[in-house]
């Protein structure tokens, strides 16, 4: 799983199929992709798929609250808050991969924050979609929080992922596709290079979620 997309949404979360997905994720050149909603992870022809679950909470209480009640999955990620949130939740709770940083400031994940991430094995993600789909301030605020985790990443060394959040085949990008937008976000080749191998990373070894106290 050389290629990963980090995040899509197959039926019945999004609108199309696994296999359709699968045949369109081999066409665009990805070896594996992190599907939510999906009961166990699996392999489609030669796509490699984990099971993906995702929080949204509002408070700790409320992440580990989600975290007891929700189905094992492969892949546990977490929607990014404040920087008490996230300070709470990197060092609290176990889990994969923190997504949603587009939407904080650049306050919630700093220098203390990327060190958290980098020694617990947690990746910050990179959902290309808000580049394509956003205008305006919008986008701009995007690319500038993506800027500033792909300079903390190269600083402190935390895992990077990058995910097209698709919904349907058009959401879908090609791996080529992925390239050319991390350089936009700021990645440079390597970052490229190893985001796109993070989920695999994620699962070697495995590594299992649990509700610290």
Same mark, same amino acid.
Do not use: W
């Given at each position: 799983?050389?290629?990963?997309?980090?995040?899509?949404?197959?039926?019945?979360?999004?609108?199309?199929? +696994?296999?359709?997905?699968?045949?369109?994720?081999?066409?665009?050149?990805?070896?594996?992709?992190?599907?939510?909603?999906?009961?166990? &992870?699996?392999?489609?022809?030669?796509?490699?798929? +984990?099971?993906?679950?995702?929080?949204?909470?509002?408070?700790?209480?409320?992440?580990?609250?989600?975290?007891?009640?929700?189905?094992?999955?492969?892949?546990?990620?977490?929607?990014?808050?404040?920087?008490?949130?996230?300070?709470?939740?990197?060092?609290?709770?176990?889990?994969?991969? =923190?997504?949603?940083?587009?939407?904080?400031?650049?306050?919630?994940?700093?220098?203390?924050?990327?060190?958290?991430?980098?020694?617990?094995?947690?990746?910050?993600?990179?959902?290309?979609?808000?580049?394509?789909?956003?205008?305006?301030? @919008? @986008?701009?605020?995007? =690319?500038?929080?993506?800027?500033?985790?792909?300079?903390?990443?190269?600083?402190? &060394?935390?895992?990077?992922? +990058?995910?097209? &959040?698709?919904?349907?085949?058009?959401? =879908?990008?090609?791996?080529?596709?992925?390239?050319?937008? &991390?350089?936009?976000?700021? +990645?440079?080749?390597?970052?490229?290079?190893?985001? =796109?191998?993070?989920?695999?990373?994620?699962?070697?070894?495995? @590594?299992?979620?649990?509700?610290?106290?």
């Amino acid at each position: 799983m050389k290629t990963a997309d980090a995040c899509i949404y197959p039926y019945p979360a999004g609108d199309v199929s +696994l296999r359709r997905v699968a045949d369109e994720l081999e066409l665009r050149g990805f070896t594996g992709a992190i599907a939510v909603g999906i009961p166990a &992870g699996c392999t489609v022809g030669t796509v490699r798929f +984990l099971s993906g679950a995702e929080i949204a909470a509002n408070s700790v209480k409320s992440c580990r609250d989600a975290l007891r009640n929700a189905p094992k999955t492969d892949v546990v990620m977490v929607h990014a808050g404040d920087a008490a949130f996230n300070r709470a939740i990197l060092g609290n709770i176990s889990f994969h991969i =923190l997504r949603g940083i587009q939407h904080t400031d650049k306050r919630a994940f700093d220098h203390v924050s990327a060190r958290m991430a980098a020694d617990r094995g947690i990746a910050v993600d990179i959902d290309l979609s808000r580049i394509i789909s956003e205008s305006g301030p @919008r @986008r701009q605020r995007a =690319l500038e929080r993506y800027r500033e985790i792909s300079r903390l990443s190269r600083k402190y &060394g935390f895992m990077l992922t +990058l995910s097209s &959040g698709a919904r349907s085949l058009t959401g =879908l990008r090609s791996v080529r596709a992925f390239t050319l937008l &991390g350089a936009v976000a700021g +990645l440079d080749e390597s970052q490229i290079r190893e985001a =796109l191998a993070t989920p695999a990373a994620l699962m070697s070894p495995p @590594r299992s979620v649990e509700v610290l106290e």
